[in-house]
């Protein structure tokens, strides 16, 4: 039998656009004589509904656009996710049609809430073994843990998170004969998470022997979550067919001739991840999401020459290039909604132009910034092809200052006033940086990452000011390091400016040479540190024991780098709490709406870091 399965780039609330991709899905599917099509979780209405799926309502309109689908699956069995209200609860559900007839629907047994996932505030777990009767437009249908025959196969479900319980579905579907298992998932992305995937559908396939077929969505659905759409089908430990993840497109397909016994295929290895190439493709496929969901015109930055908003500014750069390599120049204009003016003939010269229009870059420079970090943003811009602008805002900063030291009566100055006078520049630039991006009907892009969430350092209202903060989720380390990856590997020669700078804020006066790390700690450091304390919920003492023992640096140093990292982070949560949308890149992040919630006011672990010191 040919079976597919397909993914789809959804919005929530987009009815028209999300049913108008998954039928696409469905014509692809026959057009290329599939027998049975699987569809990602929740792809009728999208997986980040958030509290609208509380509602009445939208569990009336999935169901008003699934009978608009229907009729598209003659000749064909097809699996589509949609939410389902029953007996007055909410249920996560994958409805499976046969040649254009309801056949029952599947109903998720098992909720995530972890990390990312909220799904028990919005969803009941369906009781294992147990079968009811669902009444759609006077016909009665089973729904829950259902199992289909169909010719020479048994089929059996897990939807996402059912999988990765020790306890799962598919534990009790192979007692039942089962040999065949579909699972439509919402699998958000975070690096080297395929390879967890890839083991899981291999493992299974060959665990339960059977044929394991799973669909996620794809792309970035609904402002912080992506999603790779990744696609696989296994047969007995082996990966019969897989796709390339993260695509432009708004949907993709793959299948293969299976039959029920064992098929001669090869043995499968992981398709091993490169967290470089991870990074860019990721972000890249997540601007331009949000670019076109959002109906806005381009993106402005105020490029500062330092390490975040150059990556930021090469993300937007392999956003058009990527796009346009896998979506042609008619298509990304087209999915963007745009009037993009291409007068260039070459790839190359064709992205730098198309850069011009879509990316707005601004060194907005005081007396403590260096020629270097202006070269620097100057260089990369060119390269590039984005617009690019430079003023001073000394004038502004002068202002502000006088005024302040007239209603005080007294002069400011660095030994005194050190932060004040640091944090009146970042605002000082907020203002005009924020009416470029008005007058171009532009998204503004901040360039927090997620050391500097860590610990604070930032200034609110001034360098956090934006629309998206697209490198908020991820570490400063990694950021270093990336670039000089970028240079090499996607041969943007003007990165050799950055990359031989050390990161400073600049805002104080040059003869103080102001470096991130002489402010804070090594980054490496604070990577270190926030892996023990944030991801893996460890106190100060439990992160120095942890630590020592791997002589990172000498022990001293190191209790003064824990007691400052775990003070300020209590002493920042405000901070955090404000930060612009972010994407979720990394298996963790500092976002308290999507991974990491802690108290804005607390004791800030005062006890915890006395028992330090004293050791």
């Known amino acids: 039998m040919r079976i597919g399965t397909a993914t789809v780039n959804q919005t929530p609330l987009d009815w028209r656009g999300n049913t108008q991709n998954i039928i696409s899905a469905i014509r692809e599917a026959k057009q290329n004589k599939l027998e049975l099509l699987c569809l990602p979780e929740l792809c009728i209405t999208g997986y980040g509904c958030e509290d609208l799926f509380l509602s009445d309502w939208l569990y009336e309109k999935a169901l008003y656009e699934l009978f608009k689908i229907i009729p598209e699956c003659t000749g064909l069995l097809v699996a589509i996710g949609l939410p389902i209200k029953f007996e007055s609860r909410n249920y996560n559900c994958a409805c499976l049609i046969n040649d254009g007839k309801i056949e029952g629907f599947y109903a998720k047994q098992n909720m995530a809430l972890d990390g990312v996932h909220y799904e028990p505030r919005w969803f009941i777990p369906w009781e294992v073994g147990k079968i009811s009767k669902l009444l759609l437009n006077g016909s009665e249908y ?123 295929f090869p043995d499968s290895s992981l398709s091993k991840s490169d967290k470089n190439e991870e990074f860019v493709q990721a972000s890249s496929l997540a601007l331009f999401d949000y670019l076109r969901k959002s109906k806005s015109k381009g993106f402005t930055l105020s490029l500062s020459g330092g390490a975040d908003s150059s990556t930021i500014a090469l993300l937007v750069s392999e956003m058009v290039r990527r796009g346009i390599d896998e979506l042609g120049i008619e298509e990304f204009k087209r999915k963007l909604g745009l009037e993009l003016n291409i007068t260039a003939t070459s790839n190359h010269t ?124 991820v570490d400063k380390f990694f950021i270093i ?58 106190s100060p003492m439990e992160v120095y024991n942890n630590l020592r023992v791997r002589k990172l640096e000498p022990e001293v140093l190191l209790k003064e780098h824990i007691s400052k990292f775990y003070r300020l982070w209590s002493r920042n949560q405000w901070k955090r709490e404000r930060i612009a949308p972010s994407f979720h890149l990394d298996d963790f992040n500092v976002d308290p709406r999507t991974w990491c919630r802690f108290p804005i006011l607390s004791k800030g672990f005062e006890e915890e870091l006395k028992e330090l010191a004293v050791i």
């Open 481 to 538: 390091q990336w670039l000089q990856w970028a240079e090499k590997h996607l041969g943007y020669k003007s990165l050799r400016y950055v990359n031989s700078l050390a990161p400073s804020a600049e805002l104080r006066p040059l003869e103080h040479s102001q470096t991130d790390e002489a402010d804070l700690m090594p980054y490496h450091i604070i990577v270190e540190i926030e892996k023990l304390a944030i991801r893996n919920h460890q």
């Open 142 to 264: 089973p729904i829950g843990d259902i199992t289909y025959d169909y010719k020479e196969w048994k089929i059996g479900f897990e939807i996402c998170e059912d999988a990765w319980r020790e306890d799962r579905p598919a534990c009790r579907l192979v007692e039942r004969g089962v040999n065949m298992i579909l699972n439509p998932s919402a699998s958000h992305f975070a690096f080297g998470k395929t390879e967890d995937r890839q083991r899981l559908v291999m493992n299974s396939s060959k665990e339960f022997k059977c044929t394991y077929v799973y669909a996620n969505l794809l792309g970035n659905e609904a402002g912080r979550m992506i999603y790779d759409g990744e696609m696989m089908i296994a047969q007995y430990g082996s990966i019969v067919k897989r796709n390339a993840l993260l695509s432009f497109k708004k949907t993709n397909l793959i299948f293969s001739d299976i039959k029920p016994e064992k098929g001669h």
């Open 350 to 473: 064709i992205v730098k132009e198309i850069c011009s229009q879509l990316l707005s870059c601004a060194y907005q420079g005081t007396k403590n910034s260096s020629s270097d970090t202006f070269n620097s943003a100057k260089e990369l811009a060119e390269e590039i092809g984005a617009c690019f602008y430079h003023w001073t805002i000394d004038e502004e900063v002068n202002s502000y200052t006088s005024k302040i030291e007239k209603a005080l009566g007294r002069k400011l100055n660095w030994e005194t006033d050190d932060i004040a006078l640091q944090n009146i520049q970042a605002r000082s630039r907020s203002p005009i940086i924020w009416m470029m991006a008005n007058i171009k009907n532009n998204l503004l892009l901040t360039t927090s990452n997620r050391s500097e969430g860590d610990v604070g350092y930032t200034t609110m209202d001034g360098d956090t000011s934006g629309s998206i903060s697209p490198i908020a989720a």
